[in-house]
């Protein structure tokens, strides 16, 4: 079946520095991606929608130049969290869409950030 | 606007009694419903999903759900709860089919199992 791969599962990083986060669709092709933050005991909130080849959209109160999102292929989109502060810390999950099995969206395992 | 109500935020049940939670959604047209779970630390995994059709729906592990459009409900069902069962439930809502367009998450249930 479909499947959502994101990396790295597991990532710390000091403050001030950059850290990239990768959700690849295995093996389907997804026009449409979205990253979720999800904080402790909480639901999943969504930041933005990535589209292939254009800018993403971001939800009101994200910070378009803090949370930097590329989506150049049809497989992969990435989450680039810059000079990251230990409020940043949280559980990012990415979702895809598979339109060829009736526009089913799948997740991510997720990506635990620590800024230490 | 769409939105997702999961009242319960808690719910603990003995292994092998059944289970249902509860999922009421806000929207104007047909909704497009899915359950999703979530064990500690990890992503989210698709149990089942309703566009059209029977209004009943199969999922994996045994779980099924009914959308019931006068009561604007979903609710989750598992005949015999499992240990492994134990973990973060979400109700989601999607406005359209056509995928690009986010899903609508409720606050969760978090089920506990207990011997």
């Known amino acids: 079946g479909a499947v959502v791969s994101q990396h790295p599962s597991w990532v710390i990083c000091k403050s001030g520095t950059s850290v990239k986060i990768e959700c690849r669709s295995l093996?389907?092709?997804?026009?449409?991606m979205f990253w979720y933050r999800q904080f402790p005991k909480q639901s999943l909130m969504l930041m933005a929608t990535?589209?292939?080849?254009?800018?993403?959209?971001?939800e009101q109160g994200v910070e378009k130049d803090k949370f930097l999102i590329n989506h150049a292929s049809l497989t992969l989109s990435t989450l680039t969290v810059t000079s990251a502060h230990p409020e940043d810390s949280s559980f990012y999950i990415c979702?895809?869409?598979?339109?060829?099995?009736?526009?089913?969206?799948?997740f991510g395992e997720g990506s635990w950030l620590t800024v230490v | 606007a769409q939105s997702v109500t999961q009242p319960d935020i808690h719910i603990t049940v003995s292994e092998g009694a059944s289970l249902e939670l509860r999922c009421n959604y806000s929207?104007?047209?047909?909704?497009?419903l899915f359950w999703y779970v979530q064990s500690p630390g990890q992503g989210l995994q698709l149990l089942l999903k309703?566009?059209?059709?029977?209004?009943l729906v199969q999922g994996i592990k045994g779980f099924e759900a009914e959308f019931k459009r006068s009561q604007s409900s979903f609710n989750l069902r598992k005949p015999s709860v499992h240990w492994s069962d134990a973990a973060e439930y979400f109700c989601?809502?999607?406005?359209?089919?056509?995928?690009?367009?986010?899903?609508?998450f409720g606050k969760g249930t978090r089920l506990s199992v207990i011997a």
């Open positions: 979702s895809a869409n598979d339109r060829s099995s009736g526009n089913t969206i799948y």
């Open positions: 093996d389907f092709q997804a026009t449409t």
């Open positions: 990535s589209n292939e080849g254009s800018k993403a959209t971001y």
């Open positions: 929207y104007g047209a047909t909704p497009y």
């Open positions: 309703y566009f059209s059709g029977d209004t």
């Open positions: 989601a809502v999607g406005p359209t089919n056509s995928g690009n367009t986010p899903l609508v």
